[in-house]
């Protein structure tokens, strides 16, 4: 059986109320202003941010402490250029088919089309793979537990510090990401789970117009 380490919470800093007020309200308001960007500019940023990124997404909590991630940061451009022409020849696919015509229809407020130029004008994709097993040591297979979960909160957390750095991203999900397993070189174990376009959004981008819902619509207090 494992050995059960423990320690006393020394990090854990209690605020005086007001503090925790203002803290909460301005946290609020800086993420309010993170917006979901398509038109990347091409400047580079520099790594140490994305790392620094990585490392706060890499404390999130996950199940049994598994950390069941994987994030292969893409700058290389003939990489870039791969994985645009193989998410383009599905996103053609995914536009034109009949089945996905009503889901097409209700992406049409966020003006998404086929083409997919910020996959090589961003400077950095970054892969997010979900592990879905691993393998110990001794070549056993070792089952993950709420591994979309944890990815999902993971990159949450990357999002929101790269938003909180001042970068913009895209959550990007070509409905059908397994080419990225051959084109990033990744095992079977990994699956997928998104690309994050990080960047510099361009001079003249564009959002689109839209409202998030209010508190009363989202949470209810019993
Ligand atoms: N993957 C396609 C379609 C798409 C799907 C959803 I759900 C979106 O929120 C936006 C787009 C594309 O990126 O064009």
Not at 80 to 107: C, G, H, M, P
Not at 116 to 142: C, D, H, M, V
Request: proline share 6%; with cysteine; net charge positive.
């Amino acid at each position: 059986m494992a050995e059960k380490i423990f320690m006393p919470l020394t990090d854990y800093c209690k605020l005086p109320e007001a503090e925790m007020k203002r803290r909460a309200s301005e946290f609020y308001a800086e993420m309010m202003q993170r917006r979901t960007v398509r038109n990347f500019s091409n400047q580079p940023v520099d790594r140490s941010i994305i790392e620094n990124c990585l490392r706060a997404a890499s404390t999130a909590p996950s199940g049994a402490n598994q950390q069941p991630w994987s994030f292969i940061v893409v700058s290389d451009h003939a990489v870039k250029r791969q994985i645009r022409e193989a998410a383009e020849k599905i996103e053609r696919d995914f536009y034109s088919k009949e089945a996905t015509k009503k889901w097409v229809n209700d992406l049409e407020h966020l003006g998404t089309v086929p083409s997919k130029p910020f996959l090589e004008t961003a400077p950095w994709l970054i892969a997010i793979f979900s592990q879905l097993y691993r393998y110990s040591a001794n070549g056993e297979k070792k089952k993950h537990y709420y591994v979309s979960e944890s990815v999902g909160i993971a990159t949450g957390m990357l999002i929101t510090g790269l938003h909180h750095a001042g970068l913009v991203s895209l959550t990007y999900t070509p409905s059908s990401m397994r080419f990225l397993n051959k084109i990033l070189s990744r095992p079977s174990n990994e699956k997928p789970f998104m690309i994050l376009v990080v960047g510099y959004p361009s001079k003249d981008a564009l959002v689109p117009s839209i409202q998030k819902k209010s508190l009363e619509d989202i949470a209810e207090f019993i």
